[in-house]
Every structure is written in C-alpha cells, then in structure tokens.
C-alpha cells in the first residue's frame, strides 16, 4: 500500500516561491511514476509534473516549464516540487501521486495525466495573489 502525504503550501505573492514536499511510503514495489497535480475551484485536476524516479525522468505540462522542478529525494523517500515565478493562476489544491504503470505505459502515456494514478495524497493548498 501506497501512501503520500505532502507539505508546504501557502500563500504568497505572485512573483514568489513556494517548495511542495510529499513523503511517500510503500512505493518501491508499487509504483513507478510519482506526480503533482492541481485542481483550482471549478476546474479539474489537471497534471503538473511527473517523475520516473528509477530513470530520474522528468516531464512538465506547458504552463508550468521553466518555473517548477520536479525531483526525488531517494533517501529521504520524497518528492520534491519547487515552484519559482508563481502566477495567479497557479492557485489550486496540489496533490502528490503515484502509479504503477505498466511497460507500455512507460513507453507511450503521458505521464501528467491524472487517471494513471492510482494513489493519491490530501493535498496542500497553494495560493497566489496578484
């Protein structure tokens, strides 16, 4: 069993900063992919940035390249996301994932897609004022 639980919202000017933390637990033999998603008032979760932790993979959706980092701490099992020029519109819930996905789904899904993942944590609140 899988379980994730993440840290570090807030709320903060746009321009501003924020460090998102998920601890993930039981993942080893149950998941291969870890993401961040975010879901604003009104409007889907949509995918932000996923992670293939055994490949150290990377893969960000469009609005978000450039000023977020996805990475994974091994040691500390954590995943890791750093959010640097935050706009307005990047208020939301955030949530942390994680997915076994299978070997075709490595090869050929897009890994920000919400319904690979099966796992997924509460979720910290991100807001940013203009």
């Known amino acids: 069993q899988v379980q994730l639980v993440e840290s570090g919202g807030g709320s903060v000017q746009a321009g501003g900063s924020l460090r998102l933390a998920c601890v993930v637990s039981?993942?080893?033999?149950?998941?291969?992919?870890l993401g961040w998603f975010r879901q604003a008032p009104g409007k889907e979760r949509e995918g932000v940035a996923a992670?293939?932790?055994?490949?150290?993979?990377?893969f960000y959706k469009e609005p978000v390249k450039g000023r977020f980092t996805i990475s994974h701490d091994a040691a500390n099992d954590t995943v890791l996301l750093q959010m640097n020029n935050l706009k307005p519109e990047d208020t939301g819930m955030y949530y942390c994932?994680?997915?076994?996905?299978?070997?075709?789904?490595?090869?050929?899904?897009?890994?920000?897609?919400?319904?690979?993942?099966?796992?997924w944590g509460q979720g910290t609140q991100v807001t940013v004022s203009s």
């Open positions: 992670i293939y932790p055994g490949s150290r993979s990377t």
């Open positions: 994932a994680a997915a076994k996905l299978s070997r075709d789904q490595l090869l050929f899904s897009v890994p920000t897609s919400p319904e690979l993942y099966t796992y």
């Open positions: 039981g993942y080893s033999n149950n998941a291969n992919s």
